[in-house]
């Protein structure tokens, strides 16, 4: 269960710029989280999930997203990180999609096609409120040091659902885990970075529907 506090007190309906930042609170019998994400930060980030790796994920996705992000995990990791690692990308998720409100001005499309080192991983978004997951990044081994690197998946689909994000991730190339799976979260950064950015140009919602 998730309680969510808007920061402050600005209305749902705001057109971006200021105060897109919320909280978000979800305990389980497996998990206990607190996230606090302004998407208008400056890539500041306070990360602890039990978790070495995923620290070190989160931490690249705040600070190329330029996303202020604290977050903690308490979790049942004696047992598995999946709990954990399903269960922050669900609290991010959530709140993503609070802090971003109306999504009123936003541009909602971004993409990136981000090196690093050998691997290459194109990362493609809608800031839709139509979640869905393309995952197309194959590993030659799924363990970076006593992670699993196949959770990745495992967040991105819980973060895409909860946040309302049409989420496409590629792998070009790459033969490192590491590299891949670090290539992955920098690229999602880096183009919802842009989708969430404000359109000087667009008065409204980006779409003829009326709403996302």
């Known amino acids: 269960m998730a309680s969510r506090t808007k920061q402050d007190g600005s209305p749902q309906g705001g057109r971006g710029g200021a105060g897109r930042s919320a909280t978000i609170a979800r305990k389980t019998k497996e998990t206990d989280i607190r996230v606090r994400l302004d998407l208008d930060g400056s890539g500041q980030y306070r990360v602890s ?3 070495p790796f995923f620290d070190h994920m989160l931490e690249s996705f ?5 996303f202020d992000l604290e977050l903690e995990a308490k979790g049942d990791v004696e047992v598995d990180l999946h709990h954990t690692v399903e269960d922050v990308g669900i609290a991010l998720g959530q709140a993503f999609r609070e802090a971003l409100g109306s999504a009123s001005g936003i541009r909602r499309f971004g993409s990136c096609l981000l090196p690093m080192a050998e691997a290459k991983v194109e990362v493609a978004v809608d800031v839709s409120n139509r ?3 393309v995952y197309q990044l194959a590993l030659e081994n799924d363990r970076i040091g ?5 959770l990745t998946e495992d967040f991105l689909y819980a973060f895409s659902q909860a946040a309302g994000l049409d989420l496409h991730v ?8 590491h590299h891949v799976v670090e290539a992955a979260f920098k690229g999602t950064a880096r183009a919802l970075r842009d989708a969430v950015a404000i359109d000087p140009r667009e008065t409204g919602l980006p779409t003829v529907k ?3």
């Open 49 to 51: 999930t039990g978790i």
């Open 62 to 66: 705040a600070r190329h997203g330029l």
């Open 131 to 133: 979640p869905y997951l």
């Open 146 to 150: 006593t992670f699993d690197a196949s």
């Open 170 to 177: 590629e792998k070009r190339y790459g033969r490192s885990p």
């Open 210 to 212: 009326g709403a996302l």
